[in-house]
């Protein structure tokens, strides 16, 4: 069954088409020119494989052994025989289709339908038609294909790397026992390849030199490719094992102005810029490479730019400029923690570091200290030498990482946002990453950059390996909305980054650990008493819990399912390649069920541990997971093991599973909780205040003198989550007058809170038609693009013709900037 003609790139899966059972990439150098003027990122990437699980050679000879890979495969349970994945030359050599066509989308797609090659299905998925890989004699004339994510790149040379020219390389060549056949070139290339890439971690920075020499080695031959919609097929014509294969090739390429990987646009200043946004597609437009999570890689990389740019990268060092000509910068960065391609990020632009007077950022680190050790200190200790991970330089091996409570950090902004950052954002980072600390333990990372990225950006924050953007949403309207984004960010670089999803489709293991630790790293970082925290975190829920029963009533419900593959999550094909369920759904990034189910299991596993033992839970997994991919059932069962008591309690994975992790709508043991939170103080003095609004709203509606007297209500100072909670109980009013939505604008300034407060106040505006406000729609859909795309929807549903013009006007206005998704569904919407 081919992948490329079964999936039609604007439908709802994701495919995964990389064949890491075969090859895995280790390591990527990339070396890249980035090009305002023509949208366009151009240079080489060289990739340095390892022979993958599934193929392994064992003789000299060139014979290969697939009896152990057949078994494997029977054991799992395979319908269909092993196959290693071949192609024909006979019915290729002669083709064009390994030249590249360098031509526009349309035709690319044409061409790549019509093709012979592709026209036959399980020559183009890479598969040997051959149905038996164990009979050698059948596919002696086969070619091995290597398969790449790729997607809106042109393609312009794939070539071999002689990295036996590399001088002082020798050194990788004698540990090898070298006898007669193996002597061949080829065969050295790849020995080196295999010795730099297994260097022991406390060589890591010879390991980059040599890899830095390696990718500037010549090219020793051009190998034969082609591009489909959503892969880079590669050969070398005779080679038919994946161990045979040049495990060090390069491939020069462009990225296309159209490609979903980054996004081409101006920042709040109105200056040229591009970012990677967290594309549904994530990096394989910016760079072809393997996207199933398993191939977890190191990469390196120098990007040139004009001067006057800031690149920042996913990279652990703190890079600055060296400059190669007039005008010419060149940016390097590296990592050396394995981790999945796509959480590469970049970011270019004219970007200025926020600073803050040296004195005030120490005393922020300073007053923080109180709590940066972690409560119980045994937990850290305990497990330190007993890594789980492949191979790295950990910091969790590494005895002054494991002290340190605040990582070194940069903040960067526009030009015209400096000054907001400065407001709250700067202080706030030591602040969170000290609670973090305090909560978790070692910082994952050694450094940590935060951009405050274009207006277009699709969500309040995204985490990436040393870098976090947050959208400009968070800055304006107090500390609160700031801090707490800013919390649920640095959670993943624990849940999401340094532990990751072993399937893409459990997301929630991401988010909704993230969520359920933003509130605690919040209360710690605010220092609070016990009792104001219980007090927040459970009025956080009951606003989660309405958000959740909305969420549940209004989307699909296959999309409510956590675990949406069940059984089967985890399970790749044969060649590793696999399917990301409704990964390409555009409305799927404005869902909220995998952060809100997700949060309120842990909620609920938390408050039947405790919350004390429940957090050494945590720590725990942490030290046993970090570097390593998880699924559900790894997390659910070391909790479970270590409250033997609750065993008896009828907690156990499947009942979670079943409950939990399986079913769409609001889960069961949900259901019997939700009146709880209604007890809780702050929710009662909200109740109250909304009393005094509807009482008001019915004397003014009955009195003659439209006029409220000023002293005849007095309403308290309200929290920002007891606003939003307010004005979401106000929006179940019918009717409210307009004299009662203007006093409620000026009572609590509803325009200078933060945007979780104003995007309900634009939500009242609309539901009551009050045109005062529409200004504060207008501001809203063009700053706050993070957040408006529903309020679009809600301005068409009143078929209000003033109220549909407004949606039309500020579509236009911010549409040619717009990520695709968020674009898509607004469409959808208006036309």
Not at 474 to 486: D, I, K, M, Q, Y
Request: overall charge negative.
């Amino acid at each position: 069954m081919n992948m490329e003609t079964q999936l039609d790139p604007m439908k709802d899966d994701l495919p995964l088409m990389a064949n890491t059972s075969y090859m895995l990439v280790k390591h990527y150098v990339l070396d890249l020119d980035v090009d305002f003027e023509n949208k366009v990122i151009e240079g080489s990437i060289v990739l340095f494989f390892e022979t993958g699980s599934q193929y392994t050679k064992i003789s000299s000879a060139g014979e290969e052994c697939c009896q152990s890979q057949c078994d494997e495969t029977c054991k799992m349970g395979a319908s269909e025989p092993c196959r290693i994945p071949m192609i024909n030359v006979g019915t290729c050599s002669s083709k064009t289709e390994y030249n590249d066509f360098a031509v526009s989308g349309k035709e690319e797609e044409a061409t790549s339908d019509e093709n012979s090659n592709h026209s036959n299905n399980e020559q183009a998925s890479g598969i040997s038609s051959s149905k038996d890989c164990c009979d050698i004699e059948n596919h002696g004339n086969k070619d091995f294909l290597l398969v790449l994510d790729c997607c809106d790149l042109s393609v312009l040379k794939v070539e071999e790397v002689d990295v036996a020219a590399v001088s002082g390389i020798e050194k990788f060549t004698r540990s090898a026992k070298l006898t007669g056949v193996s002597k061949k070139l080829e065969n050295l290339r790849n020995q080196i390849v295999h010795e730099l890439v297994t260097l022991p971690a406390d060589r890591w920075k010879e390991q980059l030199y040599y890899f830095t020499h390696c990718s500037q080695a010549p090219g020793c031959g051009e190998l034969l490719f082609s591009t489909g919609t959503w892969s880079l097929e590669i050969r070398k014509s005779g080679i038919q094992t994946p161990a045979d294969f040049p495990h060090a090739i390069r491939i020069c390429y462009k990225t296309k102005p159209e490609g979903r990987s980054v996004t081409w646009t101006t920042d709040q200043s109105g200056r040229p810029c591009v970012y990677t946004m967290g594309s549904p597609i994530n990096n394989r437009a910016l760079f072809p490479c393997q996207e199933p999570p398993i191939a977890l890689s190191t990469w390196q990389a120098s990007v040139r730019t004009a001067a006057g740019f800031v690149v920042l990268m996913s990279g652990e060092n703190s890079a600055g400029p060296v400059q190669l000509q007039e005008g010419i910068l060149s940016w390097y960065y590296y990592v050396s923690m394995p981790m999945p391609a796509s959480t590469f990020t970049i970011a270019v632009g004219c970007w200025q570091e926020v600073k803050q007077q040296s004195f005030k950022q120490t005393a922020a680190i300073e007053t923080n200290t109180e709590f940066s050790l972690p409560s119980s200190q045994s937990d850290f200790r305990c497990h330190e030498d007993i890594c789980g991970h492949m191979e790295y330089p950990c910091r969790f091996q590494n005895p002054a990482a494991r002290l340190q409570a605040v990582i070194p950090y940069r903040v960067f902004a526009p030009w015209c946002l400096m000054e907001s950052c400065k407001e709250y954002l700067l202080q706030l980072i030591p602040q969170c990453l000290s609670a973090a600390y305090a909560t978790l333990g070692t910082h994952p990372f050694s450094r940590l950059d935060v951009l405050i990225v274009p207006s277009n950006f699709s969500s309040l924050g995204m985490a990436s390996p040393h870098i976090i953007f947050l959208s400009q949403s968070v800055l304006p309207g107090g500390s609160h909305l700031c801090g707490t984004r800013l919390c649920h960010e640095i959670a993943h670089a624990w849940f999401g980054l340094a532990i990751g999803a072993r399937d893409w489709t459990e997301e929630w293991i991401s988010e909704g650990f993230a969520t359920f630790l933003e509130d605690i790293f919040w209360a710690r970082a605010q220092q609070l008493s016990h009792d104001e925290i219980k007090g927040q975190q459970e009025l956080k829920a009951l606003l989660r819990w309405r958000r959740l029963r909305d969420e549940v009533q209004n989307c699909e419900e296959e999309l409510q399912v956590l675990r949406p593959k069940k059984e089967s999550t985890g399970e790749l094909s044969e060649s590793g390649a696999s399917v990301v369920k409704y990964g390409l759904k555009a409305e799927k990034i404005f869902m909220q069920v995998h952060y809100l189910k997700g949060y309120f299991l842990l909620r609920s596993l938390a408050r039947t541990v405790g919350e004390v033992s429940y957090l050494a839970s945590l720590r725990k997994f942490v030290i046993k997971f970090h570097g390593q991919l998880v699924l559900s059932q790894d997390f659910l069962s070391m909790l479970l093991e270590d409250i033997p008591k609750q065993k008896g309690s009828g907690l156990t994975v499947e009942s979670i599973f079943q409950n939990w992790l399986d079913t769409s709508g609001v889960p069961k043991p949900l259901l019997e909780e939700g009146e709880t939170w209604k007890e809780c103080q702050l929710v009662q003095q909200v109740n109250d205040e909304v009393s005094k609004w509807i009482q008001a709203n019915r004397r003014i509606r009955k009195s003659s003198k439209k006029k409220m007297k000023h002293d005849e209500l007095v309403f308290q100072q309200l929290l920002p989550d007891q606003l939003v909670l307010l004005l979401e109980s106000l929006l179940e009013e019918k009717t409210l007058c307009p004299r009662i939505l203007q006093y409620l604008e000026r009572t609590y300034q509803l325009r200078e809170q933060d945007a979780e407060v104003r995007h309900r106040w634009c939500e009242l505006v609309i539901k009551h038609k009050y045109e005062p406000g529409y200004r504060d729609i207008e501001r809203f859909l063009r700053e706050d693009q993070a957040m408006g795309v529903y309020l679009y929807g809600e301005l068409m549903v009143n078929e209000d013709a003033k109220q549909q013009e407004l949606a039309r006007k500020c579509f236009a206005a911010a549409q040619e900037h717009m990520d695709a998704s968020s674009a898509k569904v607004v469409t959808e919407m208006l036309f």
